[in-house]
Every structure is written in structure tokens, then in C-alpha cells.
């Protein structure tokens, strides 16, 4: 099911922004039992990357009827909200009265298996390097070559996960998921003022990372520091939490705080 | 007018990678008197730029055939050509039968005033600094937010163009457009392996600069070096040849050769 500004749907003009250029913004949140999950977190990531582009993001009141609306028709599914700065002439200038676009769409939640949750992950080291781009670092833009060039880097179904590294060699992140680390009461993530994408789950291990008696630092992470860590993590809102138990030729076999992270946010979930 | 696939349509799908990721690539030409202006070469760039991203282009005889029926319809126009991976399921990676979608816009020519190629340009050095992707750099693709945002730096109809530069300094081209700098017998341009677009009237200008006497250094070239230049010119295939007029405080007076380089392109036309 696809609304498009409101409307059950399955087009938008070719000459949408988002499509002209990647001008816009988008979330993805599971639906599970008819209740969207994090959804207030959403919004507000949502809000905040939408002003990073100057786009005036639609109301709590309008995206959270149509959320619900389709989390009513579709009660477990994976939603993607897209917010685009809407239709426009050609060329880059933004005409000064711009009305956003506002695309909601489900489809089936992804039928990841418990083993991957419990026994952890293969991670494929992309050699793709993330640009650095300060205005647009943390921001799900649509903007997403990067990633799909990366995710084009294997095909094997045992690797469910590409790393990320930027032009330093520091790594960055997932191509569909953020990174932690830990080593010993602290848990590491990569600061994302350069490149990346600030994920709601990342901000919520991170909120309630001292629960657990962990201290969290956010700091440019080299590839060897990652591969001396204790435990090596994924997070994203379909997958929820990820071990991984294999990368770039280093395992680990022990995945205890990432299992209790994942039952945290769970435990926490809206 | 707008084709979409072969059939007049004012409609995508919202599932299209175009809009999803900005999986694809575009090209802008102009059409007068019912004829596409160096219809080959964009194609040529057209094919270029698709195999980066490895999307199959569609083929010549069916492009051509969709871009004449729309010069048919609209003699004197801006076409825009988009070809994008095609509508996907949610996720990165690529499924293997993969079809590509093909979008043709018409649009009104720019009613760009003589003076602009007459008189030159007044030019806003734009602050954001274009990122590093070697994977993509040269490639006219979708992932246009840099182009969006440095385009909101102004807001002054006496401005027709910003100039970016990169991390390191160096200048690279306009929002819209390539630049090139004279000196001497020499035509200097930005070189494009870590970002930029190489557009098609770079592409022949540089080709054809010989015949007007004059050597090509394709190359890094810093704002003093752009500063300190002869003449400043800007290319597309919309606006032809800009000479600059004025840019961060320097202002030229002269613009022989922009006026030279921009009738050679004019004559030379398909």
C-alpha cells in the first residue's frame, strides 16, 4: 500500500525534486501488531533532517494519520516515509513557495532469521570510501549512490552486511545500519560529522547505553581499533541489533552485550 | 510533455530506485526548430554514465525515436533525459533482472537574456565544499543535493551562476555548468576524477580548442589561478558560453575569447 500525500496511490510526478535530484529525506520503522515502533523517534529524526535541507517537514497530525492508516491496513510490515521538497520547474532553485512531498509505503517485513540476531553476522569490508560532506553528514537523505554502489560489492548470501570506511580509513558504518564497539565498560561509535547516516537506533543505545554501566564515545574509530574490540555490533530499526561474528578475517565468538542491547531496546520500544 | 517508458505519462511509480535512492542519470538538451542539439554526444555520455553506475542503457534507436516524437511535438525546448535502475523492491542491493526507466521531459527553453553571453556574468563563490567520490565523479548522476543547497546560497537575479570548489580549494565548476580559464595560448580547465560533472559542451570545447590556436591543460586549478585568468568562461549545453563578468571582487572587462569559443560551438552543431 502506497499513500502519496494522503491519497492510496502508486505514482508521483517525474517531476518531483526527489526523483529530479534526490532532494529529500526518508525513515524506515517496522510495524509490528498494528503499532508503528519508535515512531515519535522517527518523527523527530525526521524533523531534524528535513530542516538540514530546509524542507518544511509535514505535521505530526498529517504523517501520524497516514502512518497509522496504513499500520491499520498492513499490521506487520516495514514502512518507509519519504519526504521530498516536492514538484518543481527544472533547475536547482527552489521556488519560494515549495510544498514537501509526503510518500508512505509498506511492504512485508524482511524475514531475517533469530540465527543472525543470536550467532551474529558476516560483514563484507567495502572498498567504496564514504565522501565527506559535513552539510549532509547524519542526514537519511535520498541521496544514496554510495550505498547502493557498496551493497553492489557481493553477492553471497552468507554476508549480510558491508563496513564502510571513509577517505581516512576510519570506519563509518553499515550500508543500511550503524556500528558499535566495546572494549571493556565502553561502548564506541564513529562521530558522523563528515559522512554517514545518524540513525535513530544508534541515538537510542547510545541514551540508554549507561543503564547497562557502559560509558558511550563517539570518535573517529580506525578499521584496526574495531578489529581489537570486544564485540562488534550492527543496529538499524528492521534488524534491531546484529553481532558480528565475522570481519575482514578476525571472528569473534562472544556476543553477550550485544544480546543484552538488543533485549533493552525491545524492552524500551514505544 | 513528459514520456515515461514510450507513453505519454505524468506519472512514476514511487518504488522507481530513481526516486528511492537517486539511482541514475540525466542529461539536458535543447531543441530548436524541432531538432535535438548534439543528440549523439549526450547519448554517448548518456551510455558513459550508465555503465558507471552499471545500469543498462536504454538502446539509441529507442531513445532517439521517444526524443523525436517529443521535438515533434515541441520544436523549441529543454529535454531532459533521465534513466534510472528502475523500480525495486526496499533495499540497496541490485536483483539481477533488472529493467531501467526511462523518463523524457520537455520544457520551455530558459529565456536567458544576449547580454549574459554578450556582456558576461556576475558569479557567486558558493561556501559548501563539493565531496570527494572518485566512483562517481564526472558522472551527471540523481544524487543532486550538493548542486540544491549551494543553489540556496543566493537569492539575487543578478547572480546566474555560484562556483564550487572542493575540500582542498581547488575550483571545479558551477552548479549548472563547467568553467574553463584562459591564459595565454592556453585553455585551462578543472580536472574531474573526484568530483564534478564532465558535461558535453566541456567535452567539445576541449576538442575543438585547437582549431582556435589554443592548447588544453586539464588540471587542478586553484581560486588565485581562476582569479588571475585572462577570461573565465562557463559552458552547458542551455546556455551555451558565459563569459564571467565578476567573481569574488575580481571583475573582467574582455571576453574575446568566451564571444570566439562559444560561435565555434554554435557552428558546429549537429
Known amino acids: 500500500m502506497i499513500l502519496v500525500n494522503g491519497i492510496v496511490s502508486d505514482s508521483i510526478s517525474p517531476l518531483d525534486r526527489g526523483l ?17 515502533i519508535c515512531w515519535p523517534q522517527h518523527f523527530v529524526k525526521l524533523g ?9 517537514c509535514p505535521s505530526w497530525d498529517v504523517l501520524d494519520g497516514e502512518l497509522k492508516a496504513l499500520a491499520a491496513q498492513d499490521r506487520d510490515c516495514a514502512v518507509k516515509i519519504v519526504v521530498t521538497r516536492g514538484q518543481g520547474a527544472r533547475g536547482y532553485v527552489v521556488p519560494p513557495a515549495q510544498h514537501a512531498s509526503r510518500i508512505l509505503m509498506s511492504s512485508p517485513l524482511p524475514q531475517y532469521t ?14 567504496l570510501r564514504l565522501s565527506h560532506q559535513p552539510l549532509l553528514a547524519g542526514v537519511k537523505h535520498l541521496n544514496r ?20 570506511r571513509d577517505g581516512d580509513g576510519n570506519v563509518v558504518e553499515g550500508t543500511m545500519s550503524n556500528l558499535f564497539a566495546s572494549q571493556g565498560d565502553t ?24 543503564r547497562l554501566g557502559l560509558r558511550v564515545s563517539e570518535q573517529c574509530l580506525s ?7 570486544e564485540e562488534v555490533l550492527l543496529c538499524n530499526s528492521l534488524i534491531g541489533v546484529w553481532p558480528v561474528k565475522a570481519l575482514a578475517g578476525k571472528t569473534w565468538a562472544r ?16
Not at 29 to 34: A, C, T
Not at 146 to 161: F, G, N, P, T, Y
Open 20 to 36: 529530479m535530484y534526490g532532494d529529500g529525506v526518508f525513515r524506515t520503522l517496522p510495524v509490528r501488531d498494528g503499532a508503528p
Open 48 to 56: 531534524a533532517d528535513c530542516a538540514a535541507l530546509k524542507i518544511a
Open 114 to 127: 533469530d540465527s543472525l540476531a543470536e550467532s551474529g553476522v558476516r560483514v563484507h569490508l567495502c572498498s
Open 145 to 164: 549512490l554510495e550505498s547502493v554502489l557498496a551493497r553492489m560489492e557481493w553477492d553471497d548470501a552468507e554476508i549480510a552486511e558491508g563496513l564502510l
Open 187 to 210: 561502548l564506541y561509535t564513529p562521530e558522523l560529522s563528515r559522512c554517514g547516516v545518524a540513525g535513530v537506533q544508534r541515538q537510542r543505545i547510545m541514551a540508554l547505553a549507561p
Open 223 to 229: 578499521l584496526d581499533f574495531l578489529l581489537q574490540a
Open 255 to 270: 556476543h553477550d552485550l550485544a544480546h543484552k542491547i538488543r533485549h533493552m531496546l525491545y524492552a524500551e520500544n514505544d
